[in-house]
């Protein structure tokens, strides 16, 4: 497949998962990509992945919550093969505790991470974008942004973020060419999921109208298909690869 040939992608939190299920749908359907991950064996494990099937890939090591990490992915892109037309802000981390529990510590990590990494990312990726008057943003969210989730407090706040900051955004910059929407998924067989406790995973599968968890590999093909031109009119919208755990 060749329908994403255009594209020159940044995918955050490559490195195992869902983002590297995207990094490899991507780079299948012909987009360069740049791989980034806080670990730098798990992005360049990435990229090794993607050379290997006949894709182009390259590794950017770095933390997502950092500006300087996030503009040298970037900056490598650029440099390599012009300014980003595909950016997938992915990065996530996740920890279980109840609210009442819940260390400042911890709050200030998941946002970091996965609200202010998005911010960050969005905001290093617009400008060229709306420079050119084409572009496409693809933010990760969860299903728990949208119905919040037990001992995921912070976890669900910060995806319920995104997918606020997803619709702004979509709504500055669509006239101008360039599109934003997000994927929520729901749980999805990946070891962020497998981290969580037996019996939350239990209850959470019970609830599952499908039955089951997602594999990375549904989340990868909603963003391919968002990131192509078969979704030229979908803007600020949340798709939900999510085993029916919210129908909408």
């Given at each position: 497949m060749s329908r994403l040939k255009h594209h020159r992608a940044v995918v955050t939190g490559a490195g195992a998962g869902i983002g590297r299920a995207i990094a490899q749908r991507l780079a299948e359907e012909g987009a360069k990509v740049v791989v980034n991950d806080l670990l730098a064996e798990s992005a360049e494990a990435t990229v090794a992945l993607i050379s290997k099937a006949g894709g182009t890939a390259i590794a950017s090591?770095?933390?997502?919550?950092?500006?300087?990490?996030?503009?040298?992915?970037?900056?490598?892109?650029?440099?390599?093969?012009?300014?980003?037309?595909?950016?997938?802000?992915?990065?996530?981390?996740?920890?279980?505790?109840?609210?009442?529990?819940?260390?400042?510590?911890?709050?200030?990590?998941?946002?970091?991470?996965?609200?202010?990494?998005?911010?960050?990312?969005?905001?290093?990726?617009?400008?060229?974008?709306?420079?050119?008057?084409?572009?496409?943003?693809?933010?990760?969210?969860?299903?728990?942004?949208?119905?919040?989730?037990?001992?995921?407090?912070?976890?669900?706040?910060?995806?319920?973020?995104?997918?606020?900051l997803t619709k702004s955004l979509a709504r500055e910059v669509s006239a101008q060419g360039v599109r934003v929407n997000a994927v929520a998924p729901g749980p999805i067989n990946t070891e962020l999921v497998r981290a969580l406790s037996k019996d939350w995973q239990a209850a959470k599968a019970a609830e599952l109208p499908l039955g089951r968890f997602g594999e990375p590999e549904d989340v990868a093909a909603t963003v391919a298909f968002l990131a192509s031109d078969d979704a030229k009119i979908y803007v600020g919208q949340t798709l939900g690869p999510n085993s029916g755990d919210v129908m909408l």
């Open positions: 090591p770095g933390d997502v919550s950092n500006p300087q990490d996030v503009d040298q992915a970037y900056r490598l892109c650029e440099d390599t093969w012009g300014h980003c037309t595909l950016a997938v802000n992915n990065a996530g981390i996740v920890h279980q505790a109840r609210l009442a529990e819940l260390d400042l510590a911890d709050w200030d990590r998941m946002i970091a991470v996965h609200l202010r990494g998005c911010f960050i990312g969005c905001r290093r990726a617009i400008g060229p974008m709306l420079e050119a008057g084409d572009g496409v943003i693809v933010n990760i969210a969860s299903q728990l942004g949208q119905i919040g989730g037990i001992e995921l407090t912070h976890y669900s706040a910060a995806k319920a973020g995104i997918i606020g």
